[in-house]
């Protein structure tokens, strides 16, 4: 079973440019998050999908933030404009279903650097 | 390859030798407690889990134990091996009803193991 596709591993910026990052979930999964990973730290929630629905935003800095996941597959988040505290690790899971407690299976994260 | 947090606590621990990584959680209302395990360039991977009506659960070479009185969970590595260097970390879900289930991580410990 193929596992959770991110893209790109790495993108370097400077501040005040967008960037954005696209997932691919596992087939079938229904759930989606985004959780982002300072250096250091354990990933923390942006956002969560269920099919092409948001569930949970209350983490996502609004302001610069935003993702979407339109046909309830693939999924993209971005940044406009980047602050160099956006630097960190990008992570996206999937799970099959949200009304109970299901593993979330993680890909592989893009690394951001903001200089 | 990159590490994943440069500041974590840090276990060191012989090859062969049992290793014991703690975890303080705040939710009381956390259903299910999880294990990951994270290599450097890599998203977390799924070791354990345990529901909170439980407090001992026991896998390949790992056991986890919970104890709600102290919100204290552990995770133990019999006979850890050199593949079991990354850094490791506890999360805690919390299932609701219209905004499915939520992960908070913790803040990781980073095991070394040395030949």
């Known amino acids: 079973e193929a596992g959770v596709a991110q893209s790109p591993r790495y993108k370097i910026i400077e501040k005040r440019q967008s960037v954005a990052f696209w997932c691919n979930p596992i087939?079938?999964?229904?759930?989606l998050y985004w959780y982002q990973q300072i250096l250091g730290q354990g990933p923390k929630l942006l956002i969560q999908?269920?099919?092409?629905?948001?569930?949970?935003d209350s983490q996502l800095p609004k302001d610069r933030f935003s993702a979407e996941r339109l046909k309830g597959v693939d999924s993209t988040l971005k940044i406009q404009p980047a602050k160099l505290e956006d630097s960190a690790v990008y992570l996206c899971?999937?799970?099959?279903?949200?009304?109970?407690?299901?593993?979330?299976?993680f890909g592989p994260g893009t690394r951001l650097t903001v200089l | 390859g990159e590490s994943v947090g440069l500041h974590l606590p840090t276990l060191s621990v012989q090859e062969g030798d049992n290793s014991i990584i703690n975890c303080a959680y705040s939710?009381?209302?956390?259903?299910?407690f999880i294990w990951y395990k994270q290599e450097s360039g890599k998203g977390p991977q799924f070791i354990i889990d345990?529901?909170?009506?439980?407090d001992k659960r026991q896998g390949q070479r790992v056991t986890v134990l919970l104890n709600k009185t102290v919100k204290h969970l552990s995770l133990q590595i019999a006979a850890t091996q050199p593949g079991d260097s990354a850094v490791y970390f506890c999360?805690?879900?919390?299932?609701?009803?219209?905004?499915?289930?939520?992960?908070?991580f913790g803040g990781g410990t980073r095991v070394l193991v040395k030949p």
């Open positions: 999908f269920q099919n092409n629905g948001v569930v949970d």
């Open positions: 999360a805690e879900n919390v299932s609701f009803k219209a905004a499915g289930n939520k992960l908070t």
């Open positions: 087939s079938g999964h229904a759930t």
């Open positions: 939710n009381s209302a956390s259903d299910y």
């Open positions: 899971a999937s799970s099959t279903e949200r009304s109970s407690y299901n593993e979330q299976f």
């Open positions: 345990i529901r909170s009506n439980m």
